[in-house]
């Protein structure tokens, strides 16, 4: 059903998969399998096996500097953004709010671009995770609609599409994003982009 569906999704933002074995009269079995890279760095890996996206995010704060004080490291707590997510598609809004509110994230979640540019018009926002193919307004002319608000010229807009080609990538800057994450996400990458969020302030 729809929550094997939501999971096999998850599998795969950990860059796995869920594979599923039927043998009539035996049963089935439902196998998991995520790739980690290997790094000379202490890796983030070994915090991904205890399971906590948060914790990606705690050792990041603490590796900003061995000195940083108490109050810079607050201010990289990633449940302090204001986040916005622009996404139509139902399961990726159930798939991006999940792996927000790991990271200690309640996200605002709209279903086209129409409807973040309105909502930053009435709200303030850190932070914008916008869909680039959505019905109404897509995620290209609603960023262009929000950087022409001044107070917005230079909000991180981070592009969310399947499209990886090296052509969309450019258009998407050109018009304004700030980042361009493939789908599924990259937990790692989506987290790091996030925490430079919060650094922007310090």
């Known amino acids: 059903g729809l929550g094997l569906t939501i999971a096999k999704k998850l599998s795969q933002l950990m860059a796995g998969d869920i594979t599923i074995?039927?043998?009539e009269g035996a049963g089935?079995?439902?196998v998991f399998t995520c790739k980690l890279p290997l790094t000379r760095a202490k890796p983030l890996s070994t915090i991904l096996e205890n399971h906590s996206f948060q914790k990606i995010?705690?050792?990041?704060?603490?590796n900003i500097g061995d000195n940083a004080s108490p109050q810079a490291l607050t201010q990289n707590d990633l449940s302090k953004l204001n986040?916005?997510?622009?996404?139509d598609n139902r399961i990726n809004q159930k798939l991006i709010g999940t792996v927000l509110s790991k990271l200690g994230i309640s996200a605002v979640i709209v279903?086209?671009?129409?409807?973040a540019v309105d909502y930053?018009?009435?709200?303030?926002?850190?932070?914008?995770?916008?869909d680039c193919?959505?019905?109404?307004?897509?995620?290209?002319?609603?960023t262009l609609q929000i950087r022409a608000i001044p107070e917005y010229a230079d909000?991180?807009?981070?592009?969310l599409t399947a499209d990886v080609d090296t052509r969309s990538k450019d258009k998407a800057m050109a018009l304004g994003f700030t980042k361009h994450l493939a789908k599924p996400i990259n937990l790692e990458e989506l987290t790091l982009s996030l925490l430079e969020v919060t650094q922007l302030g310090t």
Do not use: R
Not at 111 to 115: F, I
Not at 155 to 159: D, G, K, R, S, V
């Open 111 to 115: 279903e086209n671009g129409q409807l």
């Open 120 to 130: 930053v018009k009435k709200e303030a926002v850190d932070v914008i995770l916008m």
């Open 83 to 87: 986040v916005l997510v622009a996404e």
């Open 155 to 159: 909000l991180p807009i981070f592009a």
């Open 21 to 23: 074995e039927s043998k």
């Open 28 to 30: 089935t079995s439902l």
């Open 133 to 142: 193919q959505m019905p109404v307004l897509d995620g290209y002319q609603a």
């Open 57 to 62: 995010a705690s050792e990041q704060s603490n």
